[in-house]
């Protein structure tokens, strides 16, 4: 350790003022890093550091996010596109002007509105688009504060993440949280708190709507008589229940974001860890022969149902504000239960 | 037939894994006593107040209620909670009276379990809580088990230099004086013993805690006991003991006191732990100076020694119980300001180091944590136009009010010179005034509980 960094640790200060509880707001976040970093770069990392840090992020549930690639090129054309457009516009509406033709002018107007119209749309969906990715890199900003072991902005974050989703302030959840929340907490820990009250009750009702939209494309491709028929249901009901869970979450889809976080779901669901889908995929059949005994078309709409909650908790994972811990995870298992009693009280005569 | 009972009991509730003894190890005014206090506290008010958020059980409302329970060993002294709770409560607030011998305490903890056979079977299950208080500086004994005479009197010889060398200085010149082969003089081997504890009292003061026999400087009911009036002395081993000399006295005395004092204490209050919390004031040795830190460093490790580490499973937890979950926590966060809580462990990782390599061989699960029993300061900030600074707010041990920001806490320990420049200076504080019936205001204290106890409550 170096003779400098040592000089650098601050000394007993004693004060004359009153104390306060809350932190001035000016730039209060800034002041204390600011303070320390001169400091922080003469001492060498500790190994027990990294180890903790390792095994932070082995508790959290990793989740891969739709990544934003470059869109230069997109931008590029997009503003030769438009200004090309605008440009012909100008022109025909001048000529037209120039020549008295009515018609044409008329006709402009009226592609213009529609244009406009349509531009408005496009708008919002980007509009949308951009609050989903921002949505993930808030998941990311949870993910570093989880790791590190810092204090102060925890709560600050947290806050951001109730308004942003649309927790009510004066949810008895949240008031919890926020009594609960002490200056001495860490970020992890205020984190891991706003995680089990806010978040649960949100999961909660996740949980809930999984369930019945899991439960109910397994009765309806188990007493559906034909199978094309099946495939269309299941599939709106999929998209339907991802709809639903981005409502419980607070995250407002349009068509675009809508794709997007069903991509997003499936890539997770491909790249599930391998022996998660040993554990699950051995379970699934074991039920499924269970049901495949009473009838084959059961055990089909068993099948479907467990996708569709897999399915579910993929999405749900990937719209939480922050990511599971693993003790909290919801399980398939407890889904799959209810789904095989529905399909036996449907179909067990 | 009530013992025999009681006994049977034990052994089921340790069958179906509803019972757990935890060990509170900690150095003297390391917060033993504050801790386990705070603890009864904490868990006797879970049915009434939301204190313990980071407790999972607590959280998710399942934990229904506490109380006390009559002990099983009925040798020995009930845990002075209600003295603790009266000088906390007493106008102005107390810190509990240090521990001058052994005490325990049963805690049942109700619960509704949330998955395996005890929800099967049961709405609400029970958890049976152990805990032991005793002196810290009995806890430095333990290491003599497994040295003879001889190989103790080196170590301390060993120890002798530093400060302690300078301390030593006096007993030494009469210790010098002193013929082991001839008769048995009583008064000289009495008059050098009471030196020796002088020099022990001399060591704890200088803020050294590697003060052995620990009975010397706090005797309990064996005060004056020849058992007590030992010292090391520098001899040949191979050289023959002479019957009924000063040397074969001094020898004897130390193997009862070994045998007799040592190794009861061990086997009554030692061999039996499942939970470990090692509680370890980083704020003290870095007000001392450099050498105390080695020191506690030091005597942190022996004590490591003398537990038992290992995977429990049911068998051994029937019949030989160990160790297999460590917490190392850095008491008395509340003295210094939050944001130097990281520091704080980054040095506790340090302080514990060699304990910690001990016992991970075993393959357990261990943690580092900051926390405070009774948090005894508030904290918050002073607002100096744009740029605040963290402080905190409480009373001192003299009785008066003050706001602080106490300084920073080192990441690693600074070499020596450091305190001949500045050093540290952290103020005591003593506990705030609490309200009658509510809890102890508390730093983390959930935290290591969930650690501690978390996964015998579901």
Same mark, same amino acid.
């Given at each position: 350790?170096?003779?400098?960094?040592?000089?650098?640790?601050?000394?007993?200060?004693?004060?004359?003022?009153?104390?306060?509880?809350?932190?001035?707001?000016?730039?209060?976040?800034?002041?204390?890093?600011?303070?320390?970093?001169?400091?922080?770069?003469?001492?060498?990392a500790a190994?027990?550091?990294?180890?903790?840090?390792?095994?932070?992020e082995?508790?959290?549930?990793?989740v891969?996010?739709?990544?934003?690639?470059?869109?230069?090129?997109?931008?590029?054309?997009?503003?030769?596109?438009?200004?090309?457009i605008?440009?012909?516009?100008?022109?025909?509406?001048?000529?037209?002007?120039?020549?008295s033709?009515?018609?044409?002018l008329?006709w402009?107007?009226?592609?213009?509105?529609?244009?406009?119209?349509?531009?408005?749309?496009?708008?919002?969906?980007?509009?949308?688009?951009?609050?989903?990715?921002?949505?993930?890199?808030?998941?990311?900003?949870?993910?570093t504060?989880?790791? *590190?072991? @810092?204090?102060?902005?925890?709560?600050?974050?947290?806050?951001?993440?109730?308004?942003?989703?649309?927790?009510v302030?004066?949810?008895?959840?949240?008031?919890?949280?926020?009594?609960?929340?002490?200056?001495?907490?860490?970020?992890?820990?205020?984190?891991?708190?706003?995680?089990?009250?806010?978040?649960?009750?949100?999961?909660?009702?996740?949980?809930?709507?999984? *369930?019945?939209?899991?439960?109910?494309?397994? !009765?309806?491709?188990?007493?559906?008589?034909?199978?094309?028929?099946?495939?269309?249901?299941?599939?709106?009901?999929?998209?339907?229940?991802?709809?639903?869970? !981005?409502?419980?979450?607070?995250i407002?889809?349009?068509y675009?974001?809508?794709?997007?976080?069903?991509?997003?779901?499936?890539?997770?669901?491909?790249?599930?860890?391998?022996?998660?889908?040993?554990?699950?995929?051995?379970?699934?059949?074991?039920?499924?022969?269970?049901?495949?005994?009473?009838?084959?078309?059961?055990?089909?709409?068993?099948?479907?149902?467990?996708?569709?909650?897999?399915?579910?908790?993929?999405?749900?994972?990937?719209? @939480?504000?922050?990511?599971?811990?693993?003790?909290?995870?919801?399980?398939?298992?407890?889904?799959?239960?209810?789904?095989?009693?529905?399909i036996?009280?449907?179909?067990?005569? | 037939?009530k013992?025999?009972?009681?006994?049977?009991?034990?052994? %089921?509730?340790?069958?179906?894994?509803?019972h757990?003894?935890?060990?509170?190890?900690?150095?003297?005014?390391a917060?033993?006593?504050?801790?386990? +206090?705070?603890?009864?506290?904490?868990?006797?008010?879970?049915?009434?107040?939301?204190?313990?958020?980071?407790?999972?059980a607590?959280?998710?409302?399942?934990?229904?209620?506490?109380?006390?329970?009559?002990?099983?060993?009925m040798?020995?002294?009930?845990?002075?909670?209600?003295e603790?709770?009266?000088?906390?409560?007493?106008?102005?607030?107390?810190?509990?009276?240090?521990?001058?011998?052994?005490?325990?305490?049963?805690?049942?903890?109700?619960?509704?379990?949330n998955?395996?056979?005890?929800?099967?079977?049961?709405?609400?299950?029970?958890?049976?809580?152990?805990?032991?208080?005793?002196?810290?500086?009995w806890?430095l004994?333990?290491?003599?088990?497994?040295?003879?005479?001889?190989?103790?009197?080196?170590?301390?010889?060993?120890?002798?230099?530093?400060?302690?060398?300078?301390l030593?200085?006096?007993?030494?010149?009469?210790?010098?004086?002193?013929?082991?082969?001839?008769?048995?003089?009583?008064?000289?081997?009495g008059?050098? +013993?009471?030196?020796?504890?002088?020099?022990?009292?001399?060591?704890?003061?200088?803020?050294?805690?590697?003060?052995?026999?620990g009975r010397?400087?706090?005797?309990?009911?064996?005060?004056?006991?020849?058992?007590?009036?030992?010292f090391?002395?520098?001899?040949?081993?191979?050289?023959?003991?002479?019957?009924?000399?000063?040397?074969?006295?001094?020898?004897?005395?130390?193997?009862?006191?070994?045998?007799?004092?040592?190794?009861?204490?061990?086997?009554?209050?030692?061999?039996?732990?499942?939970?470990?919390?090692?509680?370890?004031?980083?704020?003290?040795?870095?007000?001392?100076?450099?050498?105390?830190?080695?020191d506690?460093?030091?005597?942190?490790?022996?004590?490591?020694?003398?537990?038992?580490?290992?995977?429990?499973?049911?068998?051994?937890?029937?019949?030989?119980?160990?160790?297999?979950?460590?917490?190392?926590?850095?008491?008395?966060?509340d003295?210094?300001?939050?944001?130097?809580?990281?520091?704080?462990?980054?040095?506790?990782?340090?302080?514990?180091?060699?304990?910690w390599q001990?016992?991970?061989?075993?393959?357990?699960e261990?943690?580092?944590?900051?926390?405070?029993s009774?948090?005894?300061?508030?904290?918050?900030?002073?607002?100096?136009?744009e740029?605040?600074?963290?402080?905190?707010?409480?009373?001192t041990?003299?009785?008066?009010?003050?706001?602080?920001?106490?300084?920073?806490?080192?990441?690693?320990?600074?070499?020596?010179?450091?305190?001949?420049?500045?050093?540290?200076?952290?103020?005591?504080?003593?506990?705030?005034?609490?309200?009658?019936?509510?809890?102890?205001?508390?730093?983390?204290?959930?935290?290591a509980?969930?650690?501690? %106890?978390?996964?015998?409550?579901?």
């Amino acid at each position: 350790m170096s003779q400098t960094s040592e000089t650098n640790l601050k000394q007993k200060q004693v004060f004359k003022e009153e104390l306060s509880d809350e932190k001035p707001p000016t730039q209060d976040e800034l002041t204390v890093q600011v303070q320390f970093t001169p400091h922080d770069q003469f001492i060498p990392a500790a190994v027990d550091d990294a180890v903790s840090e390792q095994q932070a992020e082995q508790q959290i549930e990793q989740v891969i996010r739709p990544k934003s690639g470059s869109r230069w090129l997109a931008a590029g054309l997009f503003t030769t596109f438009t200004g090309l457009i605008t440009w012909q516009a100008i022109d025909t509406v001048m000529v037209a002007w120039q020549t008295s033709d009515w018609l044409a002018l008329g006709w402009a107007g009226f592609l213009a509105t529609i244009a406009s119209l349509g531009i408005g749309a496009i708008g919002k969906e980007l509009w949308k688009l951009r609050r989903l990715r921002n949505h993930f890199s808030v998941q990311e900003q949870s993910e570093t504060l989880i790791a *590190s072991n @810092r204090i102060g902005q925890g709560k600050a974050f947290c806050e951001s993440i109730a308004t942003r989703s649309g927790v009510v302030m004066q949810s008895p959840s949240f008031e919890r949280w926020l009594n609960s929340v002490q200056p001495t907490h860490s970020d992890a820990e205020v984190l891991d708190m706003y995680d089990a009250m806010v978040i649960a009750e949100q999961d909660k009702k996740a949980t809930k709507i999984v *369930s019945q939209h899991a439960t109910e494309s397994a !009765a309806l491709v188990a007493i559906s008589p034909l199978a094309v028929a099946d495939m269309f249901l299941v599939a709106w009901r999929n998209f339907k229940m991802i709809d639903n869970l !981005a409502e419980v979450y607070g995250i407002e889809l349009g068509y675009w974001s809508r794709v997007n976080l069903f991509k997003a779901t499936l890539v997770n669901m491909a790249v599930a860890g391998a022996s998660e889908l040993a554990v699950d995929a051995s379970m699934d059949l074991l039920s499924m022969d269970l049901a495949g005994k009473v009838s084959a078309r059961a055990g089909q709409g068993l099948g479907v149902g467990i996708l569709t909650a897999r399915l579910g908790l993929k999405a749900m994972s990937l719209l @939480r504000p922050i990511p599971w811990q693993k003790e909290r995870r919801v399980q398939l298992g407890s889904i799959r239960k209810q789904i095989v009693e529905k399909i036996a009280a449907i179909t067990v005569k | 037939m009530k013992r025999i009972t009681q006994e049977v009991n034990d052994f %089921i509730n340790r069958s179906v894994d509803s019972h757990v003894r935890v060990a509170v190890t900690g150095l003297s005014r390391a917060g033993k006593t504050a801790f386990i +206090s705070s603890l009864v506290n904490q868990l006797l008010h879970t049915s009434t107040h939301d204190n313990l958020p980071l407790l999972v059980a607590a959280r998710d409302n399942r934990l229904i209620g506490a109380k006390r329970e009559p002990q099983s060993n009925m040798m020995v002294p009930r845990f002075a909670y209600d003295e603790a709770m009266d000088s906390l409560f007493s106008e102005p607030a107390q810190w509990p009276k240090p521990t001058r011998d052994v005490s325990e305490i049963r805690l049942a903890l109700k619960y509704k379990p949330n998955k395996g056979a005890k929800k099967l079977f049961k709405s609400s299950a029970t958890l049976h809580i152990d805990i032991i208080d005793y002196p810290g500086e009995w806890l430095l004994d333990l290491p003599l088990l497994e040295l003879d005479f001889f190989q103790w009197s080196q170590t301390q010889f060993a120890a002798m230099k530093g400060v302690r060398g300078d301390l030593a200085g006096d007993w030494l010149s009469h210790a010098k004086q002193l013929d082991l082969n001839t008769e048995v003089d009583e008064k000289q081997l009495g008059h050098l +013993s009471e030196l020796y504890t002088q020099y022990l009292y001399q060591c704890k003061e200088a803020g050294l805690h590697w003060v052995q026999p620990g009975r010397f400087v706090l005797p309990g009911e064996l005060e004056g006991a020849p058992v007590l009036q030992f010292f090391p002395c520098q001899f040949d081993v191979n050289q023959k003991v002479v019957k009924g000399s000063n040397l074969a006295m001094l020898k004897a005395r130390y193997e009862e006191y070994q045998q007799k004092v040592v190794k009861a204490f061990y086997k009554h209050h030692f061999s039996t732990f499942d939970r470990q919390i090692v509680l370890v004031d980083c704020l003290q040795p870095l007000n001392a100076g450099y050498e105390s830190f080695h020191d506690m460093r030091d005597a942190l490790e022996q004590i490591m020694h003398s537990f038992r580490y290992g995977r429990s499973n049911v068998l051994k937890r029937l019949f030989s119980p160990r160790i297999d979950k460590v917490l190392f926590a850095a008491t008395k966060a509340d003295h210094v300001t939050p944001e130097q809580h990281p520091n704080l462990v980054s040095l506790l990782q340090q302080m514990v180091h060699p304990a910690w390599q001990n016992a991970s061989y075993e393959n357990i699960e261990m943690s580092c944590m900051t926390m405070a029993s009774i948090q005894a300061t508030k904290t918050g900030f002073i607002g100096q136009g744009e740029q605040a600074f963290p402080a905190i707010q409480g009373t001192t041990l003299a009785g008066e009010p003050m706001t602080v920001f106490p300084g920073e806490v080192p990441k690693r320990l600074p070499n020596q010179h450091y305190w001949l420049k500045q050093g540290f200076e952290f103020t005591a504080f003593r506990p705030q005034s609490a309200k009658l019936d509510d809890p102890q205001p508390h730093i983390r204290m959930d935290k290591a509980l969930e650690f501690l %106890i978390g996964d015998k409550l579901i």
